[in-house]
């Protein structure tokens, strides 16, 4: 994309001698300008889901007989857990506009991996017991400093999206160790996969493999979005390794 402006030479005697024309080539603004419209266009549509449905199940409590406790329990049940999964999405776009803000500040702690880990595990399991899948943990006892916050949402939404597409029975491994210089986090899983054509995508903010079968996991489709960014800005790298119905094994490296 190229915008044009130009302006004629004219010379002591006001006659036109010409014309300067300048070129701006506009491609990065018009990208960012498309991709500005496309994640308006995405949150509006991730909203307007729950809200529909919140919508629609007070209007039939507000209309109907009250005294089916059984369905006003089950009515109110869904509104609950629509309007959570709105309060998740806010989280999640709240963090991601903190973490592009230009006075954005890492708050940098000595962190020890082995305690991190200790505090985190009635989170990390939960899910993995109601789904019945193995959760192992192997954590050196090392110190580095990173932001605790940050890095406890690095590891949570890496934990729960391994959790989430692998199912029953299958196996999920949270590692932590030094290696070259590098702390790693790694975590394994022996879930659905991603397949090769998708994983340059993972990353972007509401790309998702399989859109219902995601949705229906309860992802906002920024976990990985704010994974990275919180890496980046801890100068560390990602590094993906998934195969289609084998597993998928995501290792962040931090500067120790
Ligand atoms: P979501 O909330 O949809 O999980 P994420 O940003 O965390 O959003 O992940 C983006 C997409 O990457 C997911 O929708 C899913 O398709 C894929 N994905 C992420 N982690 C895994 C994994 N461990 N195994 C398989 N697919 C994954």
Do not use: W
Request: proline share 3%; net charge negative; with cysteine.
């Amino acid at each position: 994309y190229f915008e044009i402006s130009g302006a004629p030479i004219i010379n002591e005697r006001n006659i036109p001698k010409g014309v300067v024309l300048v070129l701006h080539d506009i491609t990065e603004l018009k990208k960012l300008e498309s991709m500005r419209k496309d994640f308006v266009a995405n949150v509006s549509h991730e909203l307007r889901t729950p809200i529909t449905s919140i919508k629609g199940f007070s209007e039939t409590l507000l209309d109907g007989n009250l005294d089916d406790k059984e369905a006003v329990s089950q009515f109110l049940e869904i509104i609950y857990h629509e309007s959570n999964r709105i309060q998740i999405l806010i989280e999640d776009l709240l963090s991601l506009s903190r973490l592009e803000s230009d006075n954005f500040k890492l708050v940098l702690h000595k962190i020890n991996a082995l305690e991190l880990v200790e505090s985190l595990m009635p989170a990390l399991t939960y899910k993995a017991e109601r789904k019945d899948i193995s959760f192992t943990t192997e954590v050196e006892d090392i110190q580095f400093k990173a932001d605790k916050d940050r890095i406890t949402q690095v590891i949570i939404n890496l934990v729960n999206n391994a959790l989430n597409y692998t199912p029953a029975r299958g196996d999920v491994s949270l590692r932590i160790y030094k290696e070259d210089e590098l702390v790693k986090i790694e975590v394994c899983d022996t879930g659905i996969g991603i397949p090769e054509k998708d994983l340059p995508r993972v990353f972007e903010r509401f790309y998702r493999v399989d859109k219902a079968r995601a949705r229906d996991s309860g992802g906002t489709g920024l976990g990985l979005a704010i994974v990275k960014h919180i890496v980046e800005v801890h100068e560390g790298e990602i590094l993906i390794d998934s195969e289609a119905d084998q597993g998928t094994t995501i290792t962040v490296c931090l500067p120790a």
